[in-house]
């Protein structure tokens, strides 16, 4: 049998039907999702507040990051340095040789490794090798009235060697034309008739001086040592008088 029809209105349109009235179940369970909708907004409030503290944590842990890289970089940096004082000892070592037949009397050449922040192998006082920043190319350098000059650059310690004792025969001979000079325009005749310089002479006077100071004391030294044994003897008389006058007699 057909469910009847409802009944048109008066405008020949059919009614909407009445939605029935919620269960009281489904009234609880629709204030339930209410208060459970409040706990969502709770909980996405403390996500958008997560991120912050995440991004805090990961903040902290790079910046440890970043101090443990920089106690490694410094410690790199000592590394290379103490690297570059090895490698200018190896050069110092090979040039031993070589320095050894300098002649005695020349003092121009003092060869040794000054440390710092770039270590340098100084051959005189114009004079110097060092190491690139490949550290492992020795630069030979030298400092002119016009700016520092790069006499040689080169890996290897034989042709560093080489670089270096021909600077020095160089100077050598240098030198030796700064002596024939000084000779031909007549300053060693000059010094030969002016005697020994000022400071010789003066040097001179002061072991005379000290001479003549340690004579003088030690003659006061005798004065006093006699002048005891007199005052030291005469008590001895006295004594030896006073004990026969008046002691033994």
């Known amino acids: 049998m057909e469910d009847p029809l409802p009944a048109r209105p008066d405008n020949g349109r059919p009614t909407a039907l009445k939605k029935p009235a919620p269960a009281p179940a489904e009234r609880i369970s629709s204030i339930v999702g209410g208060e459970s909708g409040v706990g969502k907004a709770g909980d996405a409030d403390k996500q958008a507040q997560a991120p912050l503290e995440q991004r805090m944590a990961s903040l ?58 770039r270590p340098r192998l100084f051959i005189d006082q114009i004079g110097f090798v060092e190491m690139d920043r490949d550290r492992r190319t020795y630069r030979f350098l030298q400092d002119t009235r016009h700016g520092r000059i790069t006499l040689r650059e080169t890996a290897d310690i034989d042709e560093a060697v080489d670089a270096v004792t021909d600077y020095i ?6 030198r030796e034309k700064a002596l024939a000079v000084d000779y031909a325009s007549g300053g060693a005749a000059r010094a030969l008739r002016s005697g020994p310089p000022a400071a010789v002479k003066e040097q001179e006077k002061e072991k005379v001086g000290a001479l003549d100071g340690k004579a003088f004391r ?15 003897g005469l008590l001895a008389v006295i004594a030896v008088w006073a004990y026969k006058t008046y002691v033994a007699g």
């Open 60 to 117: 902290a842990a790079a910046l440890r990051r970043a101090r443990i890289e920089n106690a490694e970089h410094s410690a790199a940096l000592a590394d290379l340095r103490a690297a570059e004082a090895a490698r200018l000892e190896l050069l110092c070592d090979a040039l031993a040789p070589v320095l050894a037949q300098v002649p005695p009397d020349c003092d121009i050449f003092d060869i040794a490794v000054a440390p710092g922040e």
């Open 169 to 174: 025969a160089h100077r050598l001979i240098e």
């Open 218 to 232: 030690l003659f006061l030294y005798l004065v006093e040592f006699l002048g005891s044994a007199a005052f030291f």
